[in-house]
């Protein structure tokens, strides 16, 4: 009863019915004296600018006990009644407590936060941390810094933290993400970069280079975070898991340049087999990306991939390994048979469940490839059969819904989607979700579906990289079914094509079309984001995606691109904080 008395006076409160709250924080402090009620009392006086009740609460108080952070609540009480000079008064009272005895230092710095003080506060935190400097309020100094729009000394308040508590980095990083960006010109990134470099020169310590590093992965400047990556790789020599990372998100972001000097710099350090061999794997994954269908260069791949099973062998250590080999042969040299034969091989070793089951997934994906669909279902359902309520399993069923649509067999895709939609994992939720839609808006367009068979049979396209047919096709919907629910899906898939294969401005013109036509259908807002990509990225044209991203914050604030489109659309804008 007394723990719903005190909700009920919090929400009165809250809704701004004082009087209510009023009676209710009094009741309560008659039931059970506390400070937390009388404060509340206080401060539900003022919001009734019943001064004069709220100034003798305070003074009862202050003679019930000696507590100097009462004097901001008294000082402040009066700045409320605009009696200023006794305001300030009382202000300088309670800092003078602080000279008496430093141990109060953070409650009265709080009571004047709490007042919107500051820079009472940070007078009051600089008087303690003079007066015994084993207190550190750097952290809060630094909040009260980033409130009054002083980026540098937050910037500073929280490195000087960081030096006494290294434990503090991850927590400064999430706090620093809010104020730099991508553009490395913008004030913020140069001032905490140059403090940065000031710190690791006076005082050189790890998290000196891990701060750097963390900086300029935020600039996409990945070659220069592996310089500092180095650095705490060779002061410890314990693990290359960040110098992993650092490749991982460097080949993300396309910068092969990078990514390949940090391999091979894993290369030259790692004793570890499994190290090595993820090394190799992502290096020729590269080459792959960069060979397209240059079949001199494909070849070259070839045998590297052959040079590497020499070497290891082709046991169960290098099963990953053989996967990659699969996948390059079937969809990269157009050799399905070949690449099945290979994987089949594979399948005998001594493999582990999950190990066999991503073998039968790459497996399922040839056979589609070569649309022998019901062999490739047979595999998607022995994962599904094997590894229940895994993520794999729950991939498995997703292609085996995807392999299904491929077939035309809409209903039976339908109805596994529906059950993937609550996936555990998010992407596949997504996809499933995705996938869904797509049939359910166009199955009945038609008796006989043949718009969506006709999509259907572009996406398998797609998929076994037969992109210019896949183009092709779409075409086709687009002359013969425009104006049916299809059409902006088929322009989307066809820009994303054309993207793919270099045509950038023909992607352009699909995008648009959709974002004239169709701006309050499901893609209008990934029209937008990919167009503004294309003007930032491709085509130099800053001001046309400014432009697209602020639509998309302004008319797309569901968007799964909400969030990054804010962000872009900042740095482009100059913004000084992010």
Do not use: C
């Not at 600039?219 to 110098?243: C, D, V």
């Not at 490839?369 to 729950?394: G, H, P, V, W």
């Not at 079914?481 to 699909?510: F, R, S």
């Amino acid at each position: 009863m007394f723990s719903q008395s005190e909700q009920l006076a919090d929400d009165y409160f809250k809704r701004g019915e004082f009087d209510k709250a009023l009676i209710s924080y009094q009741k309560l402090n008659d039931t059970k004296k506390s400070s937390k009620y009388v404060y509340k009392i206080i401060e539900t006086l003022q919001q009734l600018e019943r001064y004069d009740e709220a100034q003798l609460e305070i003074s009862k108080r202050m003679k019930e006990i000696n507590y100097p952070p009462l004097l901001v609540d008294l000082g402040y009480n009066y700045q409320l009644m605009d009696s200023l000079d006794l305001a300030h008064k009382y202000y300088k009272e309670a800092i003078v407590k602080v000279e008496e005895r430093p141990s109060y230092t953070y409650a009265i710095a709080k009571k004047f936060e709490d007042h919107s003080l500051l820079d009472e506060a940070l007078q009051t935190y600089k008087k303690g941390m003079e007066l015994n400097p084993d207190y550190n309020f750097n952290m809060p100094m630094a909040r009260i810094y980033g409130e009054l729009g002083n980026i540098e000394l937050l910037f500073s308040n929280y490195l000087d933290y960081i030096e006494t508590k290294p434990e503090f980095l991850n927590t400064a990083k999430r706090a620093f993400s809010d104020f730099v960006s991508e553009n490395k010109e913008i004030e913020n990134n140069q001032t905490l970069r140059t403090l940065l470099l000031k710190k690791s020169q006076s005082n050189p310590q790890p998290y000196w280079n891990d701060m750097l590093s963390w900086l300029y992965i935020q600039q996409k400047e990945y070659n220069k975070a592996f310089i500092q990556e180095k650095a705490l790789y060779r002061r410890s020599k314990e693990s290359l898991s960040r110098i992993l990372d650092l490749a991982l998100t460097t080949v993300k972001q396309k910068d092969y340049n990078t990514a390949n000097s940090v391999f091979e710099f894993v290369l030259d350090n790692s004793q570890d087999i499994n190290t090595i061999l993820k090394a190799h794997q992502y290096m020729l994954e590269i080459e792959i990306d960069l060979a397209e269908t240059d079949k001199k260069q494909l070849k070259t791949i070839d045998e590297k991939f052959n040079k590497l099973f020499f070497e290891y062998g082709k046991y169960e250590q290098t099963i990953a390994l053989q996967i990659a080999y699969g996948n390059f042969i079937a969809f990269n040299k157009q050799q399905p048979k070949e690449a099945s034969d290979f994987l089949k091989k594979s399948l005998k070793l001594n493999l582990s469940s999950f190990q066999a089951a991503t073998v039968k997934l790459k497996l399922g994906d040839i056979l589609v490839f070569q649309e022998r669909f019901n062999e490739a279902l047979i595999y998607y359902t022995q994962i599904q059969a094997n590894l229940k309520n895994s993520t794999i399993s729950q991939e498995a069923r997703f292609k085996v819904a995807k392999t299904s649509y491929y077939k035309g067999d809409f209903e039976w895709a339908e109805s596994q989607l529906k059950i993937l939609k609550s996936s555990t994992s998010q992407l596949i939720a997504n996809d499933a979700l995705e996938l869904k839609l797509l049939i359910s808006d166009n199955k009945d367009e038609d008796s006989l579906q043949t718009a969506l068979k006709l999509y259907s049979k572009a996406d398998l396209m797609s998929f076994q990289n037969k992109n210019n047919e896949a183009i092709t096709l779409l075409d086709k919907i687009l002359t013969e079914h425009k104006g049916e629910t299809i059409e902006d899906q088929a322009l989307y898939m066809q820009a994303k094509l054309y993207e793919k294969t270099k045509q950038i401005e023909k992607a352009v013109a699909n995008y648009e079309y959709i974002i004239a036509n169709y701006r309050d259908e499901i893609l209008a807002d990934d029209a937008h984001f990919y167009l503004a990509e294309l003007y930032q990225n491709q085509l130099a044209q800053p001001d046309k995606a400014k432009a697209l991203y602020e639509n998309i914050i302004f008319n797309h604030e569901d968007s799964i691109y909400f969030i990054e489109a804010r962000k872009r659309f900042r740095m482009l804008r100059g913004d000084a904080i992010n």
